[in-house]
């Protein structure tokens, strides 16, 4: 008879713990979450923190770049800390689509990047993962510099 209490109480309280967890969030607020991150990323350009910039970096971050492609969070922060030296961001960039897995695991976002002058210069593209509940860090990044060109 104990036992059964024991065991019902304890499924009671598991049950109770479960209906009091919030809800994993959908697509929308998720795609939200990544531009507010993506805003947030770019946001530390302006405000020349380059602190900032390396806390939103994943320790496994790869950015691909020429001559080489950055490697890991140290890396990336140490090729990036010369763009937020000047007392003048050399360039700035805004997500234009953010997309999500329904996994909610990782995302894209992509957009222009501007230069000082605030003229369309280039593209990025980020993918970022979920690493915490709504804590957001970049996997991936790649610029690629903007064509007046017509794609098939």
């Known amino acids: 008879m104990r036992v059964t209490t024991a065991v019902l109480i304890i499924g009671s309280s598991l049950l109770a713990g479960c209906a009091g967890s919030p809800a994993n969030p959908g697509a929308a607020e998720l795609r939200k979450q990544v531009a507010a991150t993506e805003r ?66 990782l995302a894209l976002s992509t957009g222009p990047v501007y230069d000082s002058e605030g003229r369309t210069v280039a593209t990025f593209t980020s993918i970022w993962r979920q690493e915490a509940p709504g804590v957001w860090r970049i996997v991936f990044d790649q610029g690629n510099d903007a064509c007046d060109c017509v794609r098939p």
Not at 64 to 77: H, N
Not at 81 to 102: C, H, I, N, T, Y
């Open 40 to 105: 947030a990323f770019a946001r530390t350009m302006a405000d020349r923190d380059h602190a900032a910039f390396t806390a939103l970096l994943s320790e496994e971050a790869v950015f691909v770049s020429e001559p080489k492609t950055l490697r890991g969070k140290e890396e990336v922060a140490a090729a990036w800390k010369r763009f937020f030296d000047a007392p003048r961001a050399p360039f700035s960039w805004s997500s234009g689509q953010v997309e999500v897995l329904d996994s909610g695991t």
